[in-house]
């Protein structure tokens, strides 16, 4: 069965550090690349950071640039995003979601979403 199943989520202080997993299974995660997105309420879903399959590239929204870190283990059929010196703006559902190969900006072109990990940062 193909899912993506994030986790990691809770809630933590102003300034303090998450990891975000997601795990794949039912397919080749090394053929795809894995993006991570979130939705804050009343606020349309914004991609946060992506790899491409290979690993070699990464791209993160101006928002989250020096904070967050994507990588994947691949053997492992994983996924990570360190999430450091977190913000109240960073409070969402986050969603991971897979696209063949390459990253690309629109959510739209990603499919497979997983069910999401609230994060909330509150003090």
């Known amino acids: 069965q193909l899912q993506l199943v994030e986790s990691g989520g809770g809630l933590v202080q102003p300034g303090g550090s998450l990891r975000l997993s997601c795990a794949a299974s039912?397919?080749?995660?090394?053929?795809?690349?894995i993006g991570w997105f979130r939705q804050a309420p009343g606020k349309e879903r914004e991609g946060v950071s992506c790899?491409?399959?290979?690993?070699?590239?990464?791209n993160y929204v101006d928002s989250v640039k020096g904070r967050f870190t994507i990588s994947r283990d691949n053997a492992k059929n994983m996924v990570y995003l360190q999430m450091n010196s977190l913000k109240p703006e960073d409070t969402a559902i986050y969603y991971c979601?897979?696209?063949?190969?390459?990253?690309?900006?629109?959510?739209?072109?990603?499919?497979?979403w997983g069910q999401g990990t609230q994060v909330t940062v509150s003090s």
């Open positions: 979601a897979r696209r063949f190969r390459l990253c690309f900006r629109n959510p739209s072109a990603f499919g497979s």
């Open positions: 039912g397919f080749t995660l090394k053929n795809y690349a």
């Open positions: 790899i491409t399959s290979s690993g070699d590239s990464t």
